[in-house]
Nanobody, 120 residues
Framework: QVQLAESGGGLVQAGGSLRLSCAAS????????MGWYRQTPGKQRELVAN???????NYADSVKGRFTISRDNAKNTVYLQMNSLKPEDTGVYYC??????????????WGQGTQVTVSS
């Protein structure tokens, strides 16, 4: 079965940087979409960034210019480079991936999350 494993979270001061990684295991296929979401108590889960297999990307307005998403398709890995971190970036970051079947249906996978804490 497919598993997504996030790593790279931690505690960092405001203005610092972190790079998150998400490695897919148990599969030999490429995902059509891979991305990152984050969750904070009291807020709904929000999209941070995603990227399609063709290379186009989407970012939340709050992270544009600071975060960069990238993929290594050969390794089934997606990265999130986070620069100029702010306290409001604090949350649990989840890796997500989608794969389209021959039938046209999309299959969705989620990681367990990694904690990012940004101190003032």
């Amino acid at each position: 079965q497919v598993q997504l494993a996030e790593s790279g979270g931690g505690l960092v001061q405001a203005g610092g940087s972190l790079r998150l990684s998400c490695a897919a295991s148990g599969s030999t296929f490429d995902f059509n979409i891979m991305g990152w979401y984050r969750q904070t108590p009291g807020k709904q889960r929000e999209l941070v960034a995603n990227t399609r297999s063709g290379g186009n990307t989407n970012y939340a307005d709050s992270v544009k210019g600071r975060f960069t998403i990238s993929r290594d398709n050969a390794k089934n890995t997606v990265y999130l480079q986070m620069n100029s971190l702010k306290p409001e970036d604090t949350g649990v970051y989840y890796c997500a991936a989608w794969r389209r079947l021959a039938s046209g249906s999309l299959v969705n996978y989620w990681g367990q999350g990694t904690q990012v804490t940004v101190s003032s």
